[in-house]
């Protein structure tokens, strides 16, 4: 079955910029989202197809998606950043479409 | 504003089924694909199956068995039963609306505020 590789955990002060990768085999073909997980809340949505914002997301945020790597880049990363990213796709190479969730990643503001 | 809200019992024995409902609000159930996905202390989320509001439904290949997701517009609700349930199902059940690009370009928003249904004798 498909999977996809994040690093546990990204630290990174304030002010700079954050990167979360997330791996998967021929990952640039497929379509990514993203999530932003704060402690006791639901996901929330910061990047989907690869690069796009919902409105209310600020620019910081921003996504690409080539090879095997998707990456989520925060800008100006801010104490409110905080939080767990998950990176999600949809797998159909079993015959069955199916949702992957990406192991998350632990974003620490230093 | 579409908000999404569960409800349903917090404890369920194991071998029992659970049971649990999603009512929308601030917009129609119509027109849209709606999905449960539920997320284990500490894990990552782990989708369970999506509905359109027609009653079309796809599982997650490792849950479906166990499954079942239904849809009440009459309601504006759709609802959740996983059957025969172990200790490895506890975990925080949440619904959410599935946008669609395309069927593998699909993502959730909004979500619900989740609960938690712990299972234990």
């Known amino acids: 079955s498909y999977m996809l590789t994040q690093p546990p955990s990204v630290s990174v002060a304030p002010g700079q910029t954050a990167t979360i990768t997330c791996g998967g085999n021929?990952?640039?073909?497929?379509?990514v989202h993203w999530y932003q997980q704060k402690p006791g809340q639901a996901p929330v949505v910061v990047v989907y197809d690869d690069s796009d914002r919902p409105s209310g997301i600020p620019e910081r945020f921003s996504g690409s998606n080539s090879g095997n790597t998707a990456t989520l880049t925060i800008s100006r990363v801010e104490a409110g950043d905080e939080a767990d990213y998950y990176c999600q796709v949809w797998d159909s190479s079993s015959g069955h479409p199916t949702v992957i969730f990406g192991g998350g990643t632990k974003l620490t503001v230093l | 504003q579409v908000q999404l809200q569960e409800s349903g019992p917090g404890l369920v024995k194991p071998s029992e089924t659970l049971s649990l409902s999603c009512t929308v609000s601030g917009g129609s159930i119509s027109n849209y694909y709606w999905s449960w996905i539920r997320q284990p202390p500490g894990k990552e989320p782990e989708w369970i199956g999506y509905?359109?509001?027609?009653?079309?439904?796809n599982y997650n290949p490792s849950l479906k068995s166990r499954v079942t997701i239904s849809v009440d517009t009459s309601k504006n609700q759709f609802s959740l039963k996983l059957s025969s349930v172990t200790a490895a199902d506890t975990a925080v059940y949440y619904c959410?609306?599935?946008?669609?690009?395309?069927?593998?370009?699909?993502?959730?928003?909004?979500w619900g505020q989740g609960t938690l249904v712990t299972v234990s004798s």
């Open positions: 509905i359109y509001y027609t009653g079309n439904t």
């Open positions: 959410a609306r599935v946008q669609r690009l395309g069927e593998l370009r699909s993502w959730f928003d909004p």
């Open positions: 021929s990952i640039g073909y497929k379509s």
